[in-house]
C-alpha cells in the first residue's frame, strides 16, 4: 500500500479543495451516495469531511438545506437555505452551464462537457461534469482547466498532493443522446448509430445489471426481433420515467435499498430468460 493510499482524502477530493481555496471554482460537493452512505455522519463520508477541515480549517461546510444531496464544501455559509433544488446547486458549485438544466429538450441532443486532471500516477480523473444545451460555454471550461493547472502547480500543495505530478488539464465533449431519439428510431425501424447503442449499454450499466445481459445486447441482441425491439422499448421508458427517482440516492433507505437490488437481480434473470427464448435462429 503507498502512502497516498493511507492517507483519508481520495486524490478527487483533493484536487477539488484546492481548486475551492484557490477560487478557481466556488464550492465542491461530498456526497455520501458516492461512498454508499446514506448522510456525512457515516464513517466513509465522515472521515473524508474530517480530513478536508483538518487541511483547509477555513472552509465553511453546509449540510443544513433541503433535498440534501451531500455536504457543500465552500467559503460561504449555506446553512439553513430552505431549498437547494438541482439549478441552484450547480450554481453554488460553479457549473458553468448551470442554467442549461430545466431547458434542455429531452428530444435534442445536448452535451457533456467535462474537466480531466492528467497525472504522474492516473491518465484521468475527472474534476468537473456538466450538461449543456449546446458549445457555446467552452471558453469558460478552457478557461477552468488553464486556472486549474496553475493552481495544482503551486509549491504549497506539494506535500498535500504527496507525490502525484499534475501534467496536464484539459477539457472533453461528448454528445448526450436523449432516450427519445432511440425510442423514435425504434419506432421507425431506423438503424442505431453507435453513439445510441453506447447509451442502450450505459442505460443498462445504471439499472444495477450484472456484465451478463450487458454481454448479451451487445452480442447477441436482434433489433429487428419484435420481441426483443418491445423489451428495449420497455427498457427505454423505464430508464426515461424512473418511478424510483423521488427515492434517490436510495442508501437513504438501507432496507428498501437491498429489496430493490434483489428485485433488480430477478428482474435481469426473466429478462434473460425471455430474450434467449424469443431468440430468431
Excluded at 439553513?80 to 429538450?105: S, W
Excluded at 425501424?189 to 450505459?202: H, S, T
Aim: aromatic share 12%; net charge negative.
Amino acid at each position: 500500500m503507498s502512502d497516498y493510499e493511507e492517507k483519508t482524502l481520495p486524490i478527487t477530493i483533493i484536487l477539488n479543495c484546492i481548486l475551492v481555496n484557490e477560487n478557481v471554482r466556488p464550492a465542491m460537493l461530498v456526497q455520501p451516495a458516492d461512498y454508499k452512505e446514506r448522510t456525512h455522519s457515516d464513517p466513509i463520508t465522515k472521515s473524508i469531511i474530517e480530513g478536508i477541515t483538518t487541511y483547509f480549517p477555513n472552509f465553511i461546510l453546509t449540510s443544513d438545506y433541503e433535498k440534501y444531496q451531500g455536504v457543500i464544501i465552500s467559503k460561504i455559509d449555506y446553512n439553513g437555505n430552505k431549498n437547494i433544488g438541482a439549478k441552484e446547486m450547480g450554481k453554488i458549485l460553479g457549473y458553468p452551464c448551470y442554467e442549461d438544466f430545466t431547458i434542455i429538450e429531452d428530444d435534442k441532443i445536448s452535451y457533456v462537457i467535462e474537466i480531466y486532471v492528467k497525472t504522474t500516477q492516473y491518465n484521468q480523473i475527472q474534476i468537473l461534469a456538466n450538461k449543456c444545451k449546446d458549445i457555446t460555454k467552452l471558453p469558460e471550461f478552457n478557461s477552468l482547466a488553464n486556472n486549474a493547472k496553475n493552481a495544482f502547480s503551486k509549491k504549497e500543495y506539494s506535500e498535500l498532493l504527496n507525490g502525484f505530478e499534475v501534467k496536464e488539464v484539459y477539457v472533453e465533449i461528448s454528445q448526450n443522446i436523449p432516450t427519445q431519439i432511440i425510442i423514435n428510431k425504434l419506432l421507425s425501424n431506423e438503424k442505431l448509430e453507435q453513439a445510441e447503442l453506447d447509451k442502450v449499454q450505459n442505460m443498462l450499466y445504471n439499472f444495477g445489471f450484472s456484465n451478463e445481459i450487458q454481454f448479451y445486447f451487445m452480442i447477441y441482441f436482434q433489433y429487428n426481433n419484435p420481441i426483443h425491439k418491445g423489451i428495449l422499448l420497455e427498457l427505454l421508458l423505464k430508464e426515461k420515467h424512473d418511478i424510483l427517482s423521488p427515492f434517490y440516492p436510495l442508501q437513504n433507505y438501507p432496507t428498501q435499498s437491498k429489496k430493490v437490488d434483489e428485485l433488480i437481480e430477478q428482474w435481469e434473470k426473466g429478462l434473460l430468460i425471455i430474450l434467449e427464448k424469443t431468440a430468431i435462429d
